[in-house]
């Protein structure tokens, strides 16, 4: 089984708009627990954030520059059994290392045909139940997912594109949530465990002031309702 050999690798892949010095220290935490980098960035730097795989172009949206990131991973590393996603301002779970969270992963899936989320972190009364907003990939659903197109449905840019990823999963049996792993998500209006959205209007990265828009907001909610309404059409995976 390849999610249980000894060469198998594990991606953290983000699309990142932070300089390299905020982001870098959080990259070191996820190198610690043995993953590799995957970056996508709209502007080249003078200082670049260090990865493995590092693409530069337009950013089109959360959905598509992961997208590109996974196929990429995919081409290169023919190892590469589970790709994990988030964004620069997510830790990983600090107990376990990469692989020994992949070997689980490919023993309960039976394969990478599987997306799990790690549920420990249980800010905001546990929103990460609802969506996979950092969730593991495997190999398989990501070369299946969505008719080949990528495990992230490419027409959203930000907001509820984990949602439609949770939905599709469980519709396909394929969801596993883990409320032993924790990935801590530093949102940029979280303090503790609460949300407070006065503070973090002050403290808004600008380049995520029209993703967390009412008319971002309002436009990808109807998007999910119309798709979820329909059945996702789309969503459905090559065959095996």
């Not at 990469?98 to 799990?116: L, N, W």
């Amino acid at each position: 089984m390849r999610g249980l050999e000894e060469t198998v690798s594990v991606w953290f892949a983000i699309p990142s708009a932070r300089p390299a010095h905020e982001v870098e220290d959080r990259l070191r935490l996820w190198r610690e627990r043995g993953y590799k980098i995957a970056l996508f960035c709209d502007v080249k730097r003078s200082h670049m954030p260090v990865a493995e795989i590092l693409l530069i172009g337009e950013y089109l949206g959360y959905a598509l520059a992961v997208n590109a990131l996974v196929a990429e991973i995919l081409c290169r590393d023919s190892d590469a059994a589970w790709v994990v996603t988030g964004g620069d301002d997510t830790d990983p779970d600090n107990s376990h290392m990469a692989r020994e969270i992949a070997e689980e992963c490919s023993k309960h899936f039976t394969g990478t045909f599987g997306v799990m989320q790690p549920t420990g972190d249980r800010w905001d009364g546990g929103c990460i139940d609802r969506i996979c907003g950092s969730p593991w990939l495997g190999r398989e659903f990501c070369e299946r997912a969505n008719q080949g197109r990528g495990p992230l449905w490419y027409e959203y840019t930000h907001m509820f594109v984990d949602e439609e990823l949770q939905n599709v999963a469980i519709g396909l049996g394929i969801l596993w949530q883990r409320p032993d792993l924790t990935h801590i998500h530093h949102h940029f209006c979280r303090v503790g465990d609460r949300v407070d959205w006065a503070r973090g209007r002050q403290a808004m990265p600008e380049f995520l002031r029209e993703a967390n828009s009412l008319a971002h907001w309002e436009k990808f909610r109807a998007l999910f309702q119309a798709r979820r309404a329909a059945g996702f059409p789309g969503s459905e995976p090559l065959p095996a």
